[in-house]
């Protein structure tokens, strides 16, 4: 009997992270945006962006995050701002799914935030030390807290709450961070 490692991604979650990415760029490259505070928009990549990664785990998160961040005007910015997003929901995403009730929809709302606001962190850091357009991190945590955040973790928040209640199939957590070792 010989082991072998499994694939990094099934082909489900591969198409899974394609198809959402693929559609988050598609939104900004055409510029569906509503603008906020400058720099900031808010669009419809936070839905995108959070089933791609419910559906494609860590490694998905990495894909979603390089696609939806690609056409932004701030890449640099934009594209670790979402990969920070997928990978820290991706943490606690599996024990949230496996928790009964309604309990759950409140968790995955929490949690959605807390993925929101601390990967923002990432943003407003490149948005201060590369971009410039802010002149200290509590100024741009202050109006990101206040502008894109709510609005990314309202719409990702109702995004994983309906497809987790309504195509539970589909939203089941069936990755892992590591590849295992598949017996043949």
């Known amino acids: 009997m010989s082991k072998q490692k499994a694939p990094l991604l099934t082909s489900r979650q591969l198409a899974t992270a394609a198809v959402f990415g693929g559609i988050g760029f598609a939104t900004r490259a055409l510029g569906l945006t509503v603008p906020l505070v400058p720099p900031l928009v808010?669009?419809?990549r936070s839905v995108f962006w959070i089933l791609g990664v419910g559906g494609s785990g860590?490694?998905?998160?990495?894909?979603?995050?390089?696609?939806?961040?690609?056409?932004?005007?701030?890449?640099?910015?934009?594209?670790?701002?979402?990969?920070?997003?997928?990978?820290?929901f991706c943490i606690l995403y599996k024990k949230i799914y496996a928790i009964k009730g309604a309990v759950k929809y409140v968790c995955l709302g929490i949690w959605t935030a807390v993925s929101i606001y601390v990967g923002d962190l990432v943003?407003?850091?490149?948005?201060?030390?590369?971009?410039?357009?802010?002149?200290?991190?509590?100024?741009?945590?202050?109006?990101?807290?206040?502008?894109?955040?709510?609005?990314?973790?309202?719409?990702?928040?109702i995004a994983i709450i309906m497809l987790v209640k309504y195509a539970p199939e589909y939203a089941e957590?069936?990755?892992?961070?590591?590849?295992s070792k598949v017996q043949k």
């Open 42 to 44: 808010i669009d419809l």
């Open 58 to 88: 860590p490694i998905g998160a990495i894909i979603v995050g390089l696609l939806i961040g690609l056409p932004s005007a701030f890449p640099l910015a934009s594209i670790p701002d979402a990969i920070a997003y997928g990978l820290i």
């Open 123 to 157: 943003l407003v850091w490149v948005f201060v030390y590369i971009y410039h357009i802010y002149p200290d991190m509590m100024t741009g945590i202050a109006i990101d807290y206040v502008t894109s955040a709510p609005a990314w973790t309202i719409l990702g928040a």
């Open 173 to 179: 957590p069936t990755w892992s961070w590591f590849r």
